[in-house]
């Protein structure tokens, strides 16, 4: 059974710049949530789609969007980056009803 | 608005012996709570959970205690094993198997030898 997989594991971005991340569920969820998590915080909730729909989001501006695909895999984007999107971003896959499990996360630095 | 709250950012025990943290949250939709224990370069792994319906949950050496007159919930952790060490973050869902969680800033456990 293949967990959660995140790539790319670091990536360094210039303010102003977009960012795409990705994310491969575990094998049967279909269900996929987003977190950010900065310097000394817990993660945050940004969004979670279940079937390809949004299904939730939480107090993240919209040039935060995601995509989950018909395999369940999923993308978040960020446009016009800024010094505060500095943090790790992890995804997490489940069934409908389940508890998360999460990725090891893509560590995102805006210089 | 912290509606998941660890206040002590830090706690270091001596192995084998009791470990407790604590989480306190404010929201009372909250009806599911979970354990996680992070290690650096890797993601939240689960270690127990909890629901309203129940004040305690017990797995091997983790056990959890719900007090929901307090809002208050602890995590115990006997004994206490250097592999112990890592961060830990309590969460809490509303509408139980909803997996929005919402996490607190967590506590850094170390375990001295």
């Known amino acids: 059974e293949t967990g959660v997989t995140q790539s790319p594991t670091h990536l360094i971005k210039t303010r102003g710049q977009q960012v795409t991340l990705r994310c491969s569920s575990q094998s049967g969820h279909n269900t996929v949530s987003w977190y950010q998590q900065a310097l000394g915080q817990g993660p945050q909730f940004i969004f979670q789609?279940?079937?390809?729909?949004?299904?939730g989001r939480g107090n993240f501006p919209p040039r935060f969007s995601g995509l989950q695909f018909p395999n369940y895999s999923s993308e978040l984007n960020v446009n016009a980056l800024e010094l505060d999107d500095s943090a790790l971003y992890l995804c997490?896959?489940?069934?409908?009803?389940?508890?998360?499990?999460f990725g090891p996360g893509t560590r995102l630095t805006v210089l | 608005d912290q509606q998941v709250k660890q206040n002590s950012p830090s706690l270091s025990v001596q192995e084998g012996r009791i470990s407790i943290l604590n989480c306190d949250y404010t929201n009372s939709m909250f009806d599911y709570f979970l354990w996680y224990k992070k290690y650096p370069a890797e993601g939240p792994t689960f270690l127990i959970s909890?629901?309203?319906?129940?004040d305690k949950n017990e797995d091997g050496r983790f056990t959890v205690f719900l007090n929901k007159s307090a809002k208050h919930l602890s995590l115990h952790i006997v004994p206490s094993q250097p592999g112990d060490s890592a961060v830990y973050f309590c969460?809490?869902?509303?509408?139980?198997?909803?997996?929005?969680?919402?996490f607190g800033t967590g506590t850094r456990l170390t375990i001295i030898p």
């Open positions: 789609y279940y079937r390809e729909e949004e299904n």
């Open positions: 997490a896959s489940s069934f409908r009803t389940g508890r998360p499990f």
């Open positions: 909890i629901s309203s319906i129940k």
């Open positions: 969460a809490a869902s509303a509408n139980f198997g909803n997996e929005k969680l919402t």
